[in-house]
């Protein structure tokens, strides 16, 4: 690590592959990648950049879900997030979880709610919803409708 | 050897939430550990959607009973970083108190519980008579011993009365000399050394890797402090220390959370003596259209809340992390290569909570079934304690000073 901060030593390292880095304030960076570069991203951002994965995000925006690893880099007192845009009806990445186990849950989390697939997860079960909950029903979805009562 | 599947929970009286953790041992030494949550998903982020703003505030306290501040003061921030908001500074001092407060309370409550689990009742009684001090001063100052609704976007909702500051520092003088003398009777206590050190041992790199927060990965000797990384509130401008300990076992969870205590006593201290006059409400008249991320130190670590505003009056997707969501996977670092009464104690470090349904069960995968209790896991634990307290021969620090106790009343 180098005195360079994260956010400046991953616009060098990744250059192009960023395809928009906006600042919300000097604390709060956010940076859009292409969903096959999220993985490497992740994994440099944490490797290399002791950046601490605080959680990952999702939203169903109506063009696609969007989905956000919010990293924090305690030396830079900086919160970088990296934004993925996947596509519906059947969202897919790549998953972070293989090397980076604080991925793992947040992971299991986002295909209960979302559906989004994450290839290469080491543990693509479950998490949150129950065991009983109906295959392919996601309630963070905007066509989710409520059963009725 | 024949492995044997231990489910602990989804009940469990070790655990806040209910949570599935399933054991495979080998005799009794712990293999693996699979997990599982989801049994107290109640919808609040999507909840959080259906109301507005200032609602908002009040359901996301209700969260957790202890931590009923933290996530509140996480989701106030992340709107006012949505809106660019600046607070005044008399309501940035007037957090930190009701934050410090609160975390002086839920370290003296985990004290005494993981004294009680581990036979140290003493220590039980000890912690929880002086967070009662605690309690009056969160009446006293807010109106009431938790679930203060202090907070709202752009401050805060009540001003503190400095006339009751002098009483305050009084009550605090009180609780912070007897924190010392139970910090100084549960670090010098070889029983408990030998009970606690080595036990659960979370790696400095298990701690990174798992994303872990607050007093777990402190104790594994890294100085994440969301107070001190992304300083929020007054926190900037008041002097305090980050403390941590070397050794990642349960034992440094512990002193971690008994050094934190007396930190946080002098933050609320320094609080009253330097609190500026002033407004204490920025008056947010509407959210515009964003993003925004709010994190505040809770007691058990990072609480992180994300919010997106589409310009209306409520939020259209509220992310919630509580920091639990990330210290409990490190289990399957901590319990392996344990027995079964040391995993009580290494899930207990995180912070136990005593209020939820007993029930557990010890079931062997082949066929010959056995039923162990909660209470027989407890007696277990307490089992190992007082066989330490007899190899040591005589009365342990601990005892000592109730015996001092007793004698001068």
């Given amino acids: 690590m180098s005195d360079m901060s994260a956010l400046a030593a991953t616009q060098i390292r990744f250059g192009a592959t960023l395809l928009d880095v906006s600042l919300h304030n000097e604390r709060r960076a956010y940076i859009s990648i292409d969903k096959k570069d999220a993985p490497s991203v992740c994994r440099y951002l944490y490797e290399e950049q002791g950046g601490r994965l605080a959680t990952a995000s999702g939203i169903d925006m109506r063009s696609g879900i969007e989905i956000l690893y919010h990293f924090m880099i305690p030396r830079d007192h900086q919160l970088i997030t990296l934004k993925i845009k996947v596509e519906k009806p059947a969202p897919e990445t790549g998953s972070c979880g293989d090397f980076l186990p604080a991925a793992i849950w947040i992971e299991r989390e986002l295909n209960d709610i979302l559906g989004v697939t994450f290839t290469g997860h080491p543990d693509p079960r479950r998490l949150i919803m129950s065991d009983d909950w109906p295959e392919g029903v996601y309630p963070f979805r905007r066509d989710f409708k409520e059963p009725a009562r | ?409």
């Fill in chain 2, 1 to 409: 050897m024949k492995r044997t599947v231990i489910p602990l929970g989804p009940f469990h009286p070790l655990l806040e939430e209910a949570e599935f953790f399933k054991l495979y041992v080998e005799g009794e030494t712990v293999v693996d550990v699979d997990l599982r949550i989801g049994y107290m998903h109640r919808g609040i982020e999507r909840l959080s959607t259906e109301k507005n703003w200032d609602q908002s505030t009040y359901l996301v306290e209700r969260i957790c009973g202890i931590c009923s501040t933290s996530h509140p003061m996480a989701y106030v921030q992340a709107v006012e970083d949505l809106g660019g908001f600046d607070i005044p500074d008399r309501a940035k001092f007037i957090r930190v108190i009701i934050c410090e407060l609160e975390r002086i309370h839920s370290h003296l409550l985990w004290v005494g519980l993981a004294g009680h689990f581990i036979g140290y009742d003493t220590v039980f009684m000890w912690a929880w008579k002086y967070r009662e001090p605690i309690l009056d001063i969160c009446e006293k100052l807010t109106g009431n011993r938790n679930h203060y609704a202090m907070m709202k976007p752009g401050g805060v909702r009540r001003d503190l009365d400095k006339n009751d500051f002098a009483w305050v520092h009084k009550e605090l003088d009180k609780v912070i000399a007897k924190t010392e003398m139970l910090t100084g009777a549960v670090l010098d206590d070889p029983v408990l050394h030998a009970r606690m050190k080595k036990v659960g041992v979370l790696s400095k790199e298990d701690a990174v890797g798992y994303g872990t927060v607050g007093p777990t990965v402190r104790a594994s000797g890294i100085p994440d402090d969301i107070r001190v990384d992304d300083p929020y509130a007054a926190y900037d401008k008041l002097d305090f220390n980050v403390c941590t300990w070397p050794s990642g076992d349960v034992f440094g969870k512990a002193a971690v959370r008994l050094l934190e205590l007396i930190e946080s006593v002098k933050l609320v201290k320094q609080c009253m003596d330097e609190m500026p006059e002033g407004p204490i409400d920025a008056r947010i008249k509407r959210v515009p259209e964003g993003e925004g991320i709010g994190h505040a130190e809770a007691p058990r670590g990072e609480v992180f809340h994300y919010v997106r505003g589409d310009g209306g009056n409520s939020p259209i997707r509220h992310k919630i992390r509580a920091p639990s969501y990330v210290n409990i996977p490190s289990f399957k670092a901590t319990c392996i290569g344990h027995t079964i009464s040391d995993v009580a104690l290494i899930t207990a470090a995180v912070d136990p909570c005593y209020c939820c349904t007993e029930r557990m069960a010890v079931l062997d995968n082949s066929s010959d079934e056995f039923i162990m209790s909660g209470k027989e896991l407890e007696t277990e634990s307490r089992k190992v304690t007082a066989k330490l307290k007899a190899d040591y021969g005589r009365l342990t620090p601990v005892e000592e000073t109730v015996a001092k106790f007793l004698k001068e009343g």
